[in-house]
Nanobody, 121 residues
């Protein structure tokens, strides 16, 4: 069973940056796809960014040019660097992953508990 633990959330001001981390443990496959999602109050969960074990990336239009997803395979960790944050980016951010099947991923097997990101205006 894969466990994902997010960290790095917090309260920042508009225009600030924040870097989220997602540490994975228990992974039994080397070819993986990982992603970040977010859910704002009263809204559905939405896709933010995805990355493969080889470093291929895919982004939602709303974050292109501001957010960067990366990974450190040696540390089993995926990151989300968020720059030029806006109040609309306020949400609980979740990481997810699973064995690589297709691209962009249509399914994720494992999810973290989430980390709160709040951007004040």
């Amino acid at each position: 069973q894969v466990q994902l633990v997010e960290s790095g959330g917090g309260l920042v001001q508009a225009g600030d940056s924040l870097k989220l981390s997602c540490a994975a443990s228990g992974r039994t496959y080397s070819r993986y796809a990982a992603g970040w999602f977010r859910q704002a109050p009263g809204k559905e969960r939405e896709f933010v960014a995805a990355i493969t074990w080889r470093g291929s990336t895919y982004y939602a239009d709303s974050v292109k040019g501001r957010f960067t997803i990366s990974r450190d395979n040696a540390k089993n960790t995926v990151f989300l660097q968020m720059n030029s944050l806006k109040p609309d980016d306020t949400a609980v951010y979740y990481c997810a992953e699973g064995p690589f099947r297709d691209w962009p991923p249509s399914k994720y097997d494992y999810w973290g508990q989430g980390t709160q990101v709040t951007v004040s205006s």
